[in-house]
T-cell receptor, first 107, second 112 residues
Framework: GQSLEQPSEVTAVEGAIVQINCTYQ??????LSWYQQHDGGAPTFLSY????GLEETGRFSSFLSRSDSYGYLLLQELQMKDSASYFC????????FGTGTRLQVFP | DGGITQSPKYLFRKEGQNVTLSCEQN?????MYWYRQDPGQGLRLIYY???????QKGDIAEGYSVSREKKESFPLTVTSAQKNPTAFYLC???????????FGQGTRLTVV
């Protein structure tokens, strides 16, 4: 079957850097995307990697290695508002989401 | 404004009843998806549709049904066969290149 695994929880302090990993097992893979979801809300798109390497968007960066079936989301200069759940998703002929990582940022 | 509208925001269902959740989009996107999210869990794919009059089962389709008669609309029916329907339901769309998904605000369904 198709699956994406992430750590269930990560904690960090304001101003720190945190990395959220994602390993995937899918068929017909186009790319890996990342979403943020605050409690009670809908997921919002953060980034997408179609090719190997690092994509930077402000404080957030995302990395993909197709050969390792692995990607990560890097969050820098953490702020309290970054406390949320983060999901990786495999773009195939459908969109399959990972198990999700809950990030808690402490002052 | 372009976007996805899900309704209602909250829905209460009695056991044994069918209920239909609405999802409408004006983004002119071909692909539409329904996901179920349980508290503290990830998004599980129920059904998806890549084109009008065609749809496929996702990982947890049992007890659900969909239709795609119009490009703009992808309603989800939760049937009485779904034994544990209480959850947060999210509708999403993607454009041609399947890069970014846009989500509705979700429907929170509770069985009473």
């Amino acid at each position: 079957g198709q699956s994406l695994e992430q750590p269930s929880e990560v904690t960090a302090v304001e101003g720190a850097i945190v990395q959220i990993n994602c390993t995937y097992q899918t068929s017909g893979f186009y790319g890996l995307s990342w979403y943020q979801q605050h409690d009670g809300g809908a997921p919002t798109f953060l980034s997408y990697n179609a090719l190997d390497g690092l994509e930077e968007t402000g404080r957030f960066s995302s990395f993909l290695s197709r050969s390792d079936s692995y990607g990560y989301l890097l969050l820098q200069e953490l702020q309290m508002k970054d406390s949320a759940s983060y999901f990786c998703a495999a773009n195939t002929d459908k969109l399959i989401f990972g198990t999700g990582t809950r990030l808690q940022v402490f002052p | 404004d372009g976007g996805i509208t899900q309704s209602p925001k909250y829905l209460f269902r009695k056991e044994g009843q069918n209920v239909t959740l609405s999802c409408e989009q004006n983004l002119n996107h071909d692909a539409m998806y329904w996901y179920r999210q349980d508290p503290g869990q990830g998004l599980r794919l129920i059904y998806y549709s890549q084109i009008v009059n065609d749809f496929q089962k996702g990982d947890i389709a049992e007890g659900y049904s969909v239709s795609r008669e119009k490009k703009e609309s992808f309603p989800l029916t939760v049937t009485s066969a779904q034994k544990n329907p209480t959850a947060f339901y999210l509708c999403a769309t993607t454009g041609e290149v399947y890069t970014e998904a846009f989500f509705g605000q979700g429907t929170r369904l509770t069985v009473v």
